[in-house]
């Protein structure tokens, strides 16, 4: 059984999204080693004015701390996981993402704006590599999940269309 507890945890991962927050960053990943099979992994992701708090732990005692206690941003990211949402429109690889073709110019898309199938809606620069990311459907963008020029993992939701 390990000396720490899942409180201390806690207070820790608020310090890290506090830390987000108050040094203007946009993700923060931390491993704390306790002992063999003991440890906490830690990643904290501003996307949107909103943050995504995920933590994995080898220690039992961790593993059945409830998640709720964590902070209720925690709570809000996972009823309101954009991810699930039918109309997600995913990255499909790790890179910047970038919302126009070049610093200064229009956006290739906005909120409310009506786009058709296969229509560039943002660009995700990977290896020194531009990639245009089209609408997988028609639809009109309800919702912009990135801001322009931040890291973007693959899978993460980008935008939702509907």
Do not use: C, W
């Amino acid at each position: 059984m390990s000396k720490h507890s899942a409180e201390a945890d806690v207070a820790f991962i608020s310090a890290l999204a506090e830390l987000l927050n108050k040094n203007d960053l946009t993700e923060v990943s931390v491993k704390r080693e306790y002992g063999e099979n003991d440890s906490l992994e830690v990643r904290v992701v501003k996307q949107s004015n909103i943050v995504q708090m995920t933590a994995t732990a080898a220690a039992p005692a961790i593993a059945h701390a409830p998640a709720a206690t964590a902070t209720p941003a925690a709570a809000t990211v996972a009823n309101e996981d954009p991810a699930q949402h039918p109309g997600a429109v995913t990255s499909p690889m790790v890179g910047t993402v970038y919302l126009s073709a070049e610093p200064g110019a229009t956006p290739f898309v906005g909120v409310g704006a009506t786009v058709t199938e296969g229509q560039t809606v943002l660009i995700i620069e990977a290896m020194k590599t531009m990639n245009h990311i089209p609408a997988p459907r028609a639809g009109v963008v309800k919702r912009i999940l990135v801001s322009d020029g931040t890291p973007v993992e693959y899978g993460a939701p980008l935008m939702i269309i509907e």
